[in-house]
C-alpha cells in the first residue's frame, strides 16, 4: 500500500509560479510512473504530466507544455510540479498520482492518488 501527501497549493495571481509536491509512503517509489491530474468541478479529472522510474523521461498535455515541469527525487519519495505562468484556467484540485512500472499512455488505470490539493489563479 502507497500513500500519497500532497502539498504546495493555495491562490496566486495570474502569471506567478508555485511548486506542488506530492510524498510518497513506502518504499518501491523508484518503481512506479508519477503523475499529476487535476480536476474543475463538472469536468472529468484530466492529465498533466508524469514521469518515468528513474525520472529521465517526462510527459505533459499540450496545455501545460511550456509552462510546467514535473521531476521526481527517488531518494525523498517525492514528485513535484513546478507551475510557471499561471493561468486561471489552471485552477483545479491538482491530484498527485501513481502507476506502477508503465506511463498512463501505456494502459488505462491508476494504482493510487492523493488527496488533492487546490490550486487557484485569479485574474
Known amino acids: 500500500q502507497v500513500q500519497l501527501v500532497e502539498s504546495g497549493g493555495g491562490l496566486v495571481q495570474a502569471g506567478a509560479s508555485m511548486r506542488l509536491s506530492c510524498v510518497a509512503s513506502?518504499?518501491?517509489?523508484?518503481?512506479?510512473?508519477m503523475g499529476w491530474f487535476r480536476q474543475v468541478p463538472g469536468k472529468d479529472r484530466e492529465y498533466v504530466a508524469s514521469?518515468?522510474?528513474?525520472?529521465?523521461?517526462?510527459y505533459y498535455a499540450d496545455a501545460v507544455k511550456g509552462r510546467f515541469t514535473i521531476s521526481r527525487a527517488n531518494h525523498k519519495n517525492t514528485v513535484y510540479l513546478q507551475m510557471d505562468s499561471l493561468k486561471p484556467e489552471d485552477t483545479a484540485v491538482y491530484y498527485c498520482?501513481?502507476?506502477?512500472?508503465?506511463?498512463?499512455?501505456?494502459?488505462?488505470?491508476?494504482?493510487?492518488w492523493g488527496q488533492g490539493t487546490q490550486v487557484t489563479v485569479s485574474s
Open positions: 498520482a501513481a502507476k506502477y512500472a508503465e506511463n498512463w499512455s501505456e494502459g488505462q488505470g491508476t494504482d493510487y
Open positions: 514521469i518515468s522510474l528513474g525520472g529521465g523521461i517526462t
Open positions: 513506502g518504499d518501491k517509489f523508484n518503481t512506479f510512473f
